[in-house]
């Protein structure tokens, strides 16, 4: 996700903001910028860096207008630093800055943060997204305002610019009003030089208080060299800063008392959110990484709203078969895709590995659409396979967490996951909303193909949008789950099982435990066992069950009493109206029920729990498994 930083006090901006933004690098972005605004410049700055955007005050500005500067640029925060020598001859007092993590519009100068208003008396930056953007950008270009980037944020600037009549609180107030999604600003306004605006609303915002001025910023590392004081911004909550005071007002603008509380988190600690580990604090990302996900591609009228695809209901008709191809656990998600899909639009799908797919003389043509899900958008293996299925005709549709990566400049679509940069090398937020856009295809497909009519898109789309809570519901489970995994902390073997989808998750919860607690572990169909993997379970065998599948309940229960005769220790996550499984398993974690087509995206979170504890209890290096890179970016 973005950063932001924010300064105004007696010292000059630029340089703390720089600073600042270098402590949320390990956030992961594409892109930097500062925006400052001072007193009139005796001079604007002659050799003026490009991607700098220096906007003098405007024609007939009141007389203490300040002047609005903005140096920004694509690509690492050295870059910029670089190009404004370190803001050492930038003197203003006041200042914002962002790193930029992709979402709407690639990585470029253009589309870098922060953006102006048209006249530039508006600076400003976000972190978020703005679901209703482009019908706010069609009805200001529609008044004629002219736009500079692809970004969402832009629109804000203008917005703001709009409803501005001199009160700068109030004119943020009416743009923000307007605004439905994800969002934490700073806001600068050239008539109020010696003041910064800031919102927060579902996007992390701290306020710091220093002797030297005051600070705001996406989350505490970027404040903790200067201040141990912080106020936590709540949602809706719009606070006023000046170098000597802070002003906190809710939603209706009436002004509210925060309390102000000591952080006492080392600058490590607080790179993690307070986290132990980056896997366990994706894990807890999961409810907002799915909301951010889901929500922006379902229409006020109960539609799905596909941004990132062409295909018309036509092209859709046209496809014969689809064929889902990724890496690790992309590749599971796809083979939770097969099932669902195929479930649903009655199209036969085939899944398979990348590093298979691209050597085997794949049977596609122009009539099959080839699915590739990367996280990265950059593994090596699928962007071959991606460029196989193109070589032989086929249209490729991508899902893809990285914004302006390889695997997606080279798709005919692109659907992206917003879960945000994913840092811990094992993935869990970012195969969880892979499968939210799994989901949404299927449902997207299989109703332009008339196989499922409006009503049951909408019971579809209505458990969808409860996945976030439901997930936040289970997540509450996590101390059970790490007192429960100290019993398996010496493990040597583990073996997954499950039928259908239950299957599906097996693989994932199995590679889960693997690369982090280096326990050897395979997921194998439940009933699949007898004809050969079943000669490995003998007494204390560790087996887990998913049994989540309502149908295959009582299959999977017949595999469970199987190994359970030979010796097996089972633990089994099952829906919590299956109270009937208690006498026969050893551990149950019960999860709630939804439709069956996505208990995936609920029965993993527990075997992502499992695997984590197991591995913490082992004391792995969990963020950075032995062997292992985030991006395969190597055959
Ligand atoms: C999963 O925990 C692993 N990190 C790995 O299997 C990963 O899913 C695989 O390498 C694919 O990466 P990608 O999604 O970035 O293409």
Known sequence: MCGIVGYIGNSAAAPLLLEGLAKLEYRGYDSAGIALVGKPSEKIKAEKPDGCDIVSATPGAKANQGVIEIYKSKGRLSILSEKIRGGADLTANVGIGHTR?????????????????????????????????????????????????????????????????????????????????????????????????????????????????????????????????????????????????????????????????????????????????????????????????????????????????????????????????????????????KYVMEKLTRLPVEVDVASEFRYRDPLIDKDTLVIIVSQSGETADTIAALREAKNRGARVLSIVNVVGSTIASESDDVLYTWAGPEISVATTKAYSTQLTMLYIIAFYIAHKLGRIDDRDLRRLLSALNRLPDMVAGILRQAPDIKRISQRYAYLEHAYFIGRNLDYAVALEASLKLKEVSYIHSEAYPAGELKHGTISLIEEGTFVVALACCDKLFEKTMSNIKEVKARGAEVMVVTTDDRRDVISEVDQIIYIPKTNDLLMPSLEVVPMQLLGYYISLARKCDIDKPRNLAKSVTVE
């Open 101 to 337: 993590w992709a979402t709407h519009g690639k990585p470029s100068d253009e589309n870098s943060h922060p953006h102006r208003s048209a006249s530039g008396l508006f600076a400003v930056v976000h972190n978020g997204i703005i679901e209703n953007y482009a019908a706010l950008k069609a009805k200001l270009i529609n008044e004629g305002v002219e736009f500079v980037s692809e970004t969402d944020t832009e629109v804000i600037a203008h917005l703001l610019e709009k409803n501005y009549n001199g009160d700068f609180l109030g004119a943020a107030r009416a743009a923000v009003s307007q605004l439905q999604g994800s969002y934490a600003l700073g806001i600068l306004c050239a008539e109020h030089p010696d003041e910064i605006i800031a919102v927060r609303n579902s996007s992390p915002l701290v306020v710091g208080l220093t002797d030297n001025g005051n600070v705001i910023a996406s989350d505490i590392p970027a404040i903790l060299a200067h201040t141990r004081r912080v106020i936590q911004l709540s949602d809706n909550e719009m606070v006023r800063l000046r170098k000597d005071s802070v002003e906190v007002y809710d939603s209706s603008g009436f002004p509210i008392n925060k309390k102000e509380i000591l952080v006492d988190w080392d600058v490590s600690s607080a790179e993690r959110g307070g986290y132990d580990h980056f896997m366990i604090k994706e894990i807890m990302e999961q409810p907002q990484a799915l909301a951010a996900t889901i929500s922006p591609r379902i229409g006020a009228d109960g539609s799905i709203v596909l941004d990132g695809i062409n295909l018309t209901a036509k092209q859709l008709a046209g496809f014969r078969r689809i064929c889902i191809v990724a890496c690790g656990s992309a590749y599971h998600t796809g083979v939770v895709g």
